[in-house]
Structures are given as structure tokens and as C-alpha cells.
């Protein structure tokens, strides 16, 4: 039986697919110098498949739909919008990318990315779980290696590639083992196998770590971070936008879920391992952003800070610590889109990456230098930006769930923070192009960009602000896992 | 009392801001007039508020705004103002409105005088530091206290780091960060943990400062966290020995930052340590008010002695600034009544001084492109008005009668006689070597005979740089001739402090 709870319960699902296969019907009447619309139709037909979902696939009480497959409950919901969103925004930036941009496939690609992650989010079975992270991952996994005339991105794509299935084979096996021992699939029913057999803590403490190992590669957590920095150097710079955030997010949806739902139980065990490795990550993560030079690398180790930001939010097991998590990864997707699309924006007008080429920005194009401002604060933790009340709420369940430890190591990682982003800034700011003539070196945006932009920089200081309505939904998300 | 008079004072600067950034970059004068305007309209709201809550006797909380903005956790925008806090936002507003006359650039003469490079943003940036500073006086919330509170930080760094004095400013606007940051997010820990405590004593979820005063925290509590938050937010304050920032950082600073800084931020510091440090932790204020004291005073002395032997003349008021915001921090910490009534006053009277010192350094430094006294001379004779000024403002910083810093200091030291007498006779030790490297300076910058190689390059001030002296003038006469224009209402601020500490 179909019913029609069923069928909103993949309502974007379907929507994405059939935009998909209208783009690839389309795609190859445009002329060549038309390719890049392929861009207007992905961010057009996601917006409005953003809005049919929220005026007819708005779930109500938590149900599992398809033979248990998928659970369609807020927290599904809310990450599915965030994912859609995010991905609008990558096919806006994409669009002037100088080798990317024409071609059809990357927007596809991309929906195809965008499609595994949206089940990632609703996934109750393991098996379904597997099969949507792998639907999400392999089209990263060309997308990360799509110049190929660039050394840099085959580089990443290849070891994105390498790193993505090795993982993801080990978390094959955590789930295998898991299935033997309670002998179903279903995450729901998980947590009474588990709470009602004999199982000894150290066989749920290996079990955890190693479904970690796959969850921590797409989330980037220490010690599973090693691929970020070249992944992001040498991918198209939307591409790793794409991956800093909304695959981010999806890691994060599955680990909320699972670990909430499956291992209540267990709850101080596992919350251990992951205390501790929040504290490694913002540590690594902060310590290693301190010496780059190449603006990517620096967004991408100050991206794994951020993974151990938010799992303070999961270390809590709280449902303020939920709802933080999922407040703090749609602040934080809006500000690492709006930081990479700034990045996109000046190398398309520059063709550079590096740091000290951001000298006398400011002069070169005054609203680009605000937005990047505007980004970078969000990123320290700073009011009013969307960044600041995301770590004031984690931290806040922290403390709640009596992690005052882990607290105290997350502001000092902040504090490590304020100095590599503000001395980003001061590139922009303060220094000067070599002859000072920015006058002759105007930034022009074009449309894509400034569209993109500045609705993530409103988007960036609505959610700072004006917070209420976010938190609602972060809550309603929380409130679906007690 | 219906109209929203403090979240207008508070969002006024923000709204300027956007405007000012809307308009394109080349069109300075008008930046420049959306500034003023929204500076004058700012510093009218605020003395009118200031002048109601005077006039019509109030006590207490009064002008009451409050605001749903998350109610699930509780926070508020939740504005208002008591006897202690009224005086800060008429003086965020004297000084907004005078930092924007002495940033008023002019473009066409030689004169370096004012902010030539992209007014715009300064100003914008300026008035979003405004915008954090009022927020944090008018709060009542704790959420919103904190918000506003980072808000003042961050411009601080781009506002010194862009436009400041290229020697140190890259160095100072760091250190000055990193400071201001840390000691806050130690605040922010005890805040957090403040807000569950005070949700399990008494089942509301709340930000709300009334409220969290009566949540009985316990008295173990109260003495680890008091430290923590308590020191926390008096790094702004410039508490020995966390002060090192200061000095660099108002030295780096360009001259209506330099203002805006030693005038109202550091009294941000001492605000929110007292609000919320004294106000919500009294039990825990009265087991440390010896650390405390005992730190201030080091502070008075320690800073006192230091700006004597300055050479550089902003780096001597910097240095002055640590040791009159210790008089605060010290009048604070005896936890009576002489004491804090003292701290407010010399709140408001330190804030009017510095920014006056700061605004005629900044105008000597412009012209003669010197700081060194002993390079400088005979100012006296090409900017009266100025010197004047600057004399006026040395007075206030002795302590003399007359002058609202004699209204500040005497209670202070009277306080702190009742707390221990032998603190009182140290830390007055103070008032002499202000007096003397007050007098030095005064004699050295303006009477000495000009060096040879300014003669005939000093032009006198300009007519917005003499509105700003005057109105800062201005209020320190009235405090001191007049002090029942301040004291009655610090006086009803404090009944409402000693309240909590238990009528002691």
C-alpha cells in the first residue's frame, strides 16, 4: 500500500530526482555558452522543491514509513531543508566556476549527492543508512576530482576516494557486527536488543568505534580528518563548500540519530569517546589553522574545529544538546557557505587562493570585504552573527550535562580562534596591494554571486538575531529523539 | 511611561550603521552627517531619559521594556535602567556625540586631522561598538548583557588595528582582543552555570537578572564562581594585573576610539563585573572583597606611578586610565554605601576626563606629530581653548573640589576608610603623584617654551574639536558645582546593591 504520508515522506526525494532528469533532458539543447543556466534551473528547481516541502511534506507525529526504512519525523525534515538550501546555494556559486560551470553533469552530480543525503537524514535501517551514505559520497567523490586537468583535484577526488571507502568499509563491518548481535536492522529496534541482552560495555565500546570511523570521516573529526585539508585545497571551491557543510551536516544527522536512538543505554560510554574526541578536534583543528597561508586549507582545519564544536552538543545527550547540535550545523552551514563562496567569488575575479593576495580587499570591493567580515566573525563566535548564539547554546548544554571540562577546552579553542580568523581580516582590511592601486582592481560580482551571497549574509545575521524561529525547529527536531 | 525609549537609545547606532554603509563610499560628508545626527539625536534621548529619572525622583528599575526573543530558554530582551546605570547611558552618549566631532575629517586642508581613510566604515564600525556598549548598560537579561557585551569587542580590533597608530597597532589590537575575549568567555562559563543553578533552585528557565537575584545560589557556589566572572569581565575594566592590554591599546587606538575605549569601555567592564559579579553573587563578593581591594589598590598606586614616568604623553593618560578605573574597582570592592556611590561617580566623571585627555592628545598629536612632552612646548599660546580643556580635565583627575572628580574620589576614599583604614592611607598615596605628573605634563606640553622646529606649523583647533571640549567641560563643572545632579540617583542605585549584599 501507498499511502500519502509515504509519499511525503519523499516528497523532496522525488522532486529532486525529477529535476534531475529534466536537467539532464535539457542540458544538452543549450549551446555551449547557455550551459551555465543549468546553475539558474538546480538553485530555481531546489527553491521551489524547498517550498513544496514545506507547504505539503511538513511531518507530523514520528512515523516510520516504508517497511521501516525511513523515519519521517522533524529531525529528518529540518536537516532535509538545510541540505536542500545548501545545495541551492553550491549550484549559484558553482555557475561561474571557469571549468566547472558549463557542465551539466557537476549540477547533477550534485543533486545526486543531495538525494543520498537527504536519506542519510531519514534513514532508520542500517542498511538504508549504508546504501544513502554511499549515494551522497561516491558523487562527491568525482566531484572532488572534477578538473581534470588540475593535478590538485585529481589528487583530492583520488584520496577522498581512498579514505571514503576504506572508512566506510570498517563502518560496514561495525554494522554487520551489530546486526549479528541483536539481529535486526532497524535503528528503533535497536536500543531494546541492546538494553534487554546480555552485551558487555566493551563490546558496545568497539562496536561504537568502529561505526565511528565511517561517521567521523564524513563529519572530519580527529583522528579522521587527515583527507580535509587537501580534499578542500584541490576540489572546486563550491565543491568543498559543499562538503564543509551540508556533508558535514548529514554526518551529523546520522550520528545524532544513531547513537540517540540505538545506544540510550550505553549513553556514559559512548558519551566518553566522544568528550574526548570533541576536545582532540577543536584542539587539532584550531592548533593547525593557526600556520596556513592558503585560505582554504586555513576554512578547512578551522572545519574540523567546528565538528568538535558541535559534538559538545551530542557529548551533552540532552534534548538541548540535540537541539544545539542541529541550531549550531544550520548556523554554521550558512556561515561556511557564505565563507567558500566568498573565497569562489575572488578567485573567479583573481584566480587566487592565498591569504596575502586578500591584501586590500576592502578597497577592491567594500561589500565583498563586509561579507567576508561578516563570515569570519559568525565563525569566531561573535554577536550577532549566527556563530554566537550556536556556541553559546552548545555550550550551554554542556554545562547543563555537567561537561564543565569540555566547555572550558571549547573557549579556549575559541580563543585561538579570535587570532587566525581576525588576522584573516586583517589581510582584508588593513594591508595593501603591493602598488596601492585597488582603485584599477575592482572586484565585480556577477549575478550568481551576488544573489548567493548576500542572501547567506541576511541568512548569517537573521540567524544571530532573530533566533527564535530556528530554535523552534531545532527543537522540534531534538524533541523526535526522547 | 509607554514610549521605548531604551531600545531606541540602543538600536539608534545600528540603524545609523546600515545607513552609513548603504551610502557609497566617496559621499563622506554625508556619512558624516548621518552620524552626527544620529549622535545628537542619541546623546538628547539619553540626557532626556536621564533628566526624567532625576526630575521625577524615581527609584529602582524604571523605563521597562521587555521583549520575547527565545522563550524556551528563557531570554529576553529585557531593557531598563536603575540610579547606577542611567548615568553610563547619558555617558555613552556624551562621548558617541564627541567622538564623531573629533572624527569629523576635513578633506580639503593639510591638517591631519579627524578620519580621511574610509570614514564609512569607521564610523559604522564606531557606532556598532555604540550600539554594543548601550546595550550592555540597558540589559536586564543576561542572554542580551552577554550579546551586547562581544558586540563591543569586536570592532574595537578592526577600529584600531585599520585606522591606528602604524607603529604598534597590529601588535595592540591583538593583545587587546585576546584579553577582552578570554575574560569573557571565563565570564561566560560562570553565566552558563549560573543560569542552570538558578533553574534548579527554583524551577524557571530564565536569563532574567531580577529573577536570578533571588535564586538563593548557594554560598559554595557563589565563592568558586565569583572570581571567574567577576574578573572575568573586569579585564575591561583594565583590573591590575590584567591592565596590560589597556595602555597599548588606547596608545594604538586613533583618537575618537582612544575616547570611546578608556571613556566607556572600560566602564563596561566594571559594569558588568558589578552587575553581575556583585549584584548576583553577593555572598561570594563579600568572602573575596579582600583579593579584590587589595588588587585595586595595587592598581591605583601601581598605575599612578607608572604614568609619572611616562614620556609619551598618551601612553602617561593611558596609564592615568588604569589607575582611576582601579579607584572604581576599588570603591566597588568595600561593598558600602560611601564606597559604591564614589565608584559610580567616578565612573561617569573618569569616562568625561579621559575622553577629554585623549581628544586634546589626539589634536596636539595631529599637528605637531609628536607625542614626547619633552618635544612639545608652548601650546598654551596656539590652542587656548584646548589647553584650557586639558587643564579643566587634569583638575577633575586630582580630585580637586569643584570638580565632579573630587565628588568621585572623596566617598571612594571614605569607603574604603570604613573597609580598612590602612588601604585608604596607601592608595591616597595616588593623589599626589597625579597631581604631580598631571602638573608636569601641563606645564611641559603647554607653557614650556615651542620648540623651534614647530613654530609656526601648530594651527589652532577646529570649531567641531571646540564643541566636543566644551560639552565634555561642561558636565565635569556641573557634577562637581552641582553634585546632586549625579549623587541622589548613584545613591538609589547603591540602596539597590546594598540591598542584596544584605544591608551591610
Redesign the interface.
Same mark, same amino acid.
Given at each position: 500500500m501507498f499511502t500519502s504520508v509515504m509519499f511525503a515522506s519523499i516528497l523532496p526525494e522525488i522532486l529532486i530526482t525529477i529535476l534531475g532528469m529534466i536537467l539532464l533532458i535539457v542540458e544538452p539543447f543549450w549551446k555551449e555558452d547557455q550551459r551555465r543556466n543549468s546553475g539558474w534551473l538546480t538553485a530555481g528547481g531546489l527553491f521551489v522543491i524547498i517550498i513544496i516541502s514545506l507547504l505539503f511534506g511538513q511531518p507530523g507525529e514520528p512515523v516510520a514509513v516504508l517497511g521501516g526504512m525511513i523515519r519521517f519525523d522533524w529531525l529528518g525534515f529540518f536537516f532535509k531543508l538545510l541540505f536542500m538550501f545548501a545545495a541551492a546555494a553550491t549550484a549559484l556559486l558553482l555557475m561561474d566556476h571557469e571549468k566547472a560551470g558549463h557542465r551539466g553533469e557537476a549540477y547533477l552530480l550534485l543533486l545526486a549527492s543531495l538525494l543520498g543525503m537527504n536519506l542519510m537524514a531519514v534513514s532508520a535501517d542500517l542498511i538504508m543508512l549504508y546504501l544513502s551514505i554511499e549515494t551522497a559520497s561516491i558523487p562527491l567523490y568525482i566531484l572532488a576530482g572534477f578538473l581534470l586537468a588540475d593535478d590538485r583535484s585529481t589528487e583530492a577526488g583520488f584520496k577522498y576516494l581512498l579514505f571514503g571507502t576504506v572508512t566506510s568499509t570498517i563502518m560496514l563491518y561495525g554494522f554487520s557486527l551489530v546486526f549479528g548481535l541483536a539481529g535486526t536492522t532497524n535503528i528503533y529496534q535497536l536500543s531494546q536488543m541492546f538494553a534487554d541482552g546480555e552485551v558487555s560495555v566493551l563490546l558496545v565500546f568497539s562496536l561504537v568505534a568502529l561505526i565511528l570511523v565511517g561517521l567521523g570521516f564524513k563529519v572530519a573529526i580527529v583522528p579522521f580528518h587527515f583527507w580535509v585539508p587537501d580534499v578542500y585545497e584541490g576540489s572546486p571551491t563550491p565543491v568543498a563548500g559543499f562538503l564543509s557543510t551540508a556533508s558535514k551536516a548529514a554526518g551529523f544527522a546520522v550520528i545524532v540519530r544513531f547513537f540517540f536512538v540505538a545506544f540510550p543505554a550505553f549513553a556514559s560510554s559512548w558519551t566518553f569517546i566522544l568528550a574526548a574526541l570533541a576536545a582532540v578536534t577543536m584542539t587539532v583543528g584550531n592548533l593547525l589553522a593557526l600556520p596556513q597561508t592558503n585560505i582554504k586549507r586555513l576554512l578547512a582545519y578551522s572545519s574540523v574545529a567546528h565538528a568538535g564544536y558541535a559534538l559538545i552538543g551530542v557529548v551533552a545527550f540532552s534534548q538541548?544538546g540535540a537541539a544545539s547540535v542541529v541550531f549550531y550545523l544550520a548556523a554554521y552551514i550558512l556561515t561556511n557557505l557564505l565563507a567558500f563562496g566568498i573565497v569562489m567569488a575572488f578567485s573567479q575575479a583573481t584566480g587566487l587562493e592565498d591569504l596575502k593576495d586578500y591584501a586590500g580587499m !576592502?578597497?577592491r570591493n567594500?561589500l565583498l570585504a563586509?561579507m567576508m567580515?561578516s563570515a569570519f566573525?559568525s565563525l &569566531?563566535g561573535?554577536?550577532?552573527f549566527g556563530g =554566537?548564539v550556536a556556541k553559546? +547554546?552548545v =555550550? /550551554?548544554a554542556g *554545562?547543563?550535562a555537567n561537561y &564543565?571540562w569540555l $566547555? $572550558?577546552v571549547g *573557549?579556549l579553542n575559541? $580563543?585561538v580562534g $579570535?587570532?587566525y580568523y581576525?588576522?584573516a581580516?586583517?589581510y582584508v582590511?588593513?594591508y595593501r596591494m603591493p602598488n596601492e592601486d585597488e582603485e584599477n582592481h575592482q572586484i565585480i560580482l556577477t549575478r550568481p554571486y551576488a544573489i548567493a551571497l548576500v542572501v547567506l549574509t541576511i541568512g548569517v545575521i537573521l540567524v544571530g538575531t532573530v +533566533? /527564535?524561529p530556528w =530554535? !523552534?525547529w531545532s527543537?522540534a527536531a531534538a524533541m523526535n529523539l526522547f | 511611561m509607554n514610549f521605548p525609549i531604551l531600545s531606541i537609545i540602543t538600536n539608534l547606532p545600528i540603524v545609523a550603521a546600515v545607513i552609513m554603509l548603504m551610502i557609497p563610499a566617496n559621499r563622506k560628508n554625508e556619512v558624516r552627517g548621518v552620524a552626527l545626527a544620529a549622535a545628537i539625536i542619541d546623546l538628547l534621548l539619553s540626557a532626556w531619559m536621564y533628566l526624567q529619572y532625576l526630575i521625577q525622583d524615581m527609584t529602582g528599575y524604571q523605563f521597562i521594556e521587555q521583549y520575547n526573543w527565545l522563550p524556551q530558554l528563557g531570554i529576553t530582551f529585557y531593557f531598563g535602567v536603575d540610579g547606577m546605570s542611567a548615568p553610563l547611558v547619558l555617558l555613552t552618549g556624551i562621548v558617541m556625540f564627541t567622538g564623531v566631532l573629533i572624527a569629523w575629517g576635513d578633506d580639503d586642508k593639510h591638517v591631519m586631522a579627524g578620519i580621511q581613510d574610509r570614514p564609512r566604515e569607521f564610523l559604522a564600525f564606531l557606532f556598532i561598538l555604540a550600539w554594543g556598549v548601550f546595550g550592555v548598560f540597558v540589559s536586564l537579561d543576561l542572554f542580551m548583557l552577554f550579546f551586547f557585551y562581544e558586540i563591543a569587542v569586536f570592532p574595537m580590533y578592526l577600529l584600531i588595528a585599520i585606522w591606528g597608530w602604524a607603529k604598534t597597532r597590529e601588535y595592540a589590537a591583538m593583545k587587546l582582543t585576546l584579553y577582552l575575549f578570554i575574560g569573557s568567555v571565563i565570564a561566560l562559563v560562570g553565566v552558563l552555570a549560573m543560569y542552570w543553578v538558578s533553574y534548579q533552585n527554583t524551577g524557571v528557565l530564565t536569563f532574567d537578572m531580577l529573577h536570578m537575584e533571588t535564586a538563593n545560589f548557594s554560598a559554595s557556589f557563589q565563592y568558586i564562581w565569583f572570581l571567574p566572572v567577576f574578573l572575568g569581565f573586569a579585564v575591561l575594566g583594565g583590573i591590575w594585573p590584567f591592565h596590560n592590554w589597556s595602555p597599548d591599546g588606547h596608545v594604538a587606538a586613533p583618537t575618537s576610539v582612544s575616547m570611546f575605549h578608556a571613556g566607556v569601555l572600560m566602564k563596561l567592564g566594571a559594569f558588568a563585573a558589578l552587575r553581575v559579579g556583585i549584584m548576583l553573587l553577593p555572598e561570594g563578593a563579600k568572602q573575596w572583597s579582600w583579593l579584590i581591594m587589595a588588587i585595586a589598590a595595587i592598581a591605583v598606586v601601581y598605575g599612578a606611578y607608572i604614568a609619572f614616568v611616562q614620556t609619551d604623553l598618551k601612553y602617561m593618560i593611558g596609564f592615568s586610565s588604569v589607575s582611576h578605573m582601579g579607584l572604581v574597582i576599588l570603591g566597588i570592592s568595600t561593598l558600602n554605601h560611601n564606597g559604591l556611590v564614589g565608584a559610580g561617580v567616578q565612573m561617569f566623571s573618569h569616562g568625561v576626563m579621559t575622553a577629554l585627555f585623549f581628544a586634546v592628545t589626539g589634536m596636539i598629536y595631529d599637528r605637531a606629530h609628536t607625542r614626547q612632552m619633552s618635544e612639545l612646548g608652548g601650546m598654551a599660546k596656539v590652542m587656548p581653548f584646548a589647553a584650557v580643556g586639558f587643564i579643566i580635565g587634569g583638575l577633575v583627575s586630582m580630585g580637586m573640589p569643584g570638580f565632579s572628580g573630587f565628588v568621585a574620589e572623596f566617598p571612594i576614599f571614605m569607603g574604603v576608610w570604613r573597609v580598612q583604614w590602612l588601604v585608604a592611607v596607601i592608595s591616597s598615596i595616588s593623589i599626589v603623584i597625579t597631581a604631580a605628573y598631571i602638573l608636569l605634563a601641563v606645564r611641559r606640553v603647554f607653557f614650556n617654551p615651542m620648540p623651534e622646529k614647530l613654530e609656526g606649523h601648530i594651527t589652532d583647533v577646529t570649531v567641531m574639536d571646540k564643541i566636543a571640549i566644551f560639552t565634555l567641560c561642561f558636565f565635569m563643572v556641573l557634577i562637581g558645582i552641582f553634585p546632586s545632579f549625579m549623587v541622589p540617583m548613584m545613591e538609589k542605585g547603591v540602596e539597590n546593591i546594598l540591598r542584596l549584599l544584605g544591608g551591610a
Open positions: 538541548l !576592502s578597497r567594500p563586509l567580515l566573525l &569566531t561573535m554577536p550577532p =554566537f553559546v +547554546f =555550550f /550551554a *554545562i547543563q &564543565t $566547555v $572550558v *573557549i575559541s $580563543v $579570535v587570532y581576525l588576522n581580516m586583517k582590511y588593513l +533566533f /527564535a =530554535f !523552534s527543537d | -
